[in-house]
Structure formats: C-alpha cells, structure tokens
C-alpha cells in the first residue's frame, strides 16, 4: 500500500516505511526531526523539471508525463521503494503545499503501475515505446 503524506505531518505507526522523496530537504524541519526510513532526492524531478513545473497546476499534466519519463529512465532509484511497497506500507513524504499536483502523487501513481505490472504474469517489464507515443 502506497501513501503520499505533507512531511509536515505528525508520523503515525499506520505510515509503515516513511521516505522523503524530495529533492530539497523541507523548509522548517531539521534532519533529527523528522521521522523517516531514508530521504532519496534522487528519485525526485530533476531540477530542470522541477523548476519548470514550479507547481502550477496547469502545467501539471506535462510534469506528470515528464516526470513519468525520467522515473522509467532509472528504475534503480524507485526499486528500493517499489521493494517495501510490496511488502508493507510505504509512505511518500513530500513538502509541497498542493496536496493532488505534486511529484509524491506521480511517484505513487507509478509504483502502483509498477506494482500491477510485478502482479501480472508476463515477461519482464520493457518500457520500450510506453512513453513516446507508441
């Protein structure tokens, strides 16, 4: 099970593994502080996105494919995510105010394709073709 969750949130025992999935350490919260497995900023938009996007919610679209992209591109900086989704709760933990457009939301919408795919019996996932239009 996949949650995402304001890292400004009180941690709760049901939030099962806690990842920050930022690029940026949040504003506000020193790294003792904050309840979390482990913070990995590089399964976060590159900045280059990250900046484009610059959360407006009409160009959230175009992020969520971009983003969507760059994740299918390095599947060794979700595979550790995708491992305890599997096997437990795993909560996204992002700062951004907008609680639907956000990167934590894409990532979650992806591992949980990434899940069904592992569910499925076919042969090993090939993203050939899944995001140019093919």
Not at 1 to 18: F, P
Not at 51 to 74: P, Q
Not at 93 to 115: I, K, M, P, S
Request: charged fraction near 25%.
């Amino acid at each position: 099970m996949i949650h995402c969750k304001r890292v400004y949130l009180d941690a709760q025992a049901s939030d099962g593994q806690r990842v920050l999935v930022d690029r940026l350490w949040p504003r506000g919260i020193s790294k003792d502080a904050l309840a979390l497995a482990e913070w990995l900023p590089d399964v976060a938009p590159s900045t280059a996105l990250r900046k484009s996007f610059a959360h407006r919610n009409e160009a959230f679209d175009d992020f969520r494919s971009a983003y969507r992209r760059e994740l299918a591109g390095h599947p060794e900086h979700w595979q550790r995510l995708l491992h305890w989704a599997m096997n437990g709760t795993l909560t996204l933990l992002y700062a951004a105010r907008d609680e639907e457009h956000n990167n934590a939301q894409v990532l979650a919408e992806f591992l949980q394709d990434e899940l069904q795919r592992h569910d499925s019996p076919s042969s090993p996932v090939c993203y050939q073709g899944e995001f140019d239009g093919h």
